[in-house]
């Protein structure tokens, strides 16, 4: 039985790795070894990247709102906890966007849980 030999799909597994690592520098673009050391290690930070990316928007959101409800003499806990007593359930993001874009409806809601809260 002849020996099997499978160079055209090792090629195309090398070439693959070798366009996805276009653009690096140096020999991180063109040698195998070091090319795929760097794709390795790109995945593991996007896939980071992905979850810090959820995290720093909430930390952003709470930030807008906190800024926004102290300028009506409340803090960002006492409002999110006047919020869930009032049954108004909006989530961080409506709510920082609101505070950027809308003040005006944004101090609406901030008079509503301070009317409730007393």
Do not use: C, T
């Amino acid at each position: 039985m002849p020996r099997s030999k499978n160079s055209v799909a090792s090629r195309a597994r090398r070439k693959k790795v070798l366009k996805e690592a276009r653009g690096y520098w140096g020999a991180k673009s063109r040698l195998f070894r070091s090319a795929k050391e760097s794709i390795d290690q790109a995945g593991l930070y996007s896939y980071i990247g992905r979850r810090q990316k959820k995290r720093n928007f909430r930390r952003l959101w709470i930030l807008r709102i906190n800024a926004a409800v102290r300028q009506h003499g409340l803090s960002y806990g006492r409002f999110i906890n006047g919020l869930q007593k009032v049954n108004v359930q909006m989530n961080r993001k409506v709510l920082a966007d609101l505070a950027v874009n809308d003040p005006n409806s944004f101090k609406s809601l901030v008079d509503l849980v301070k009317s409730n809260s007393k």
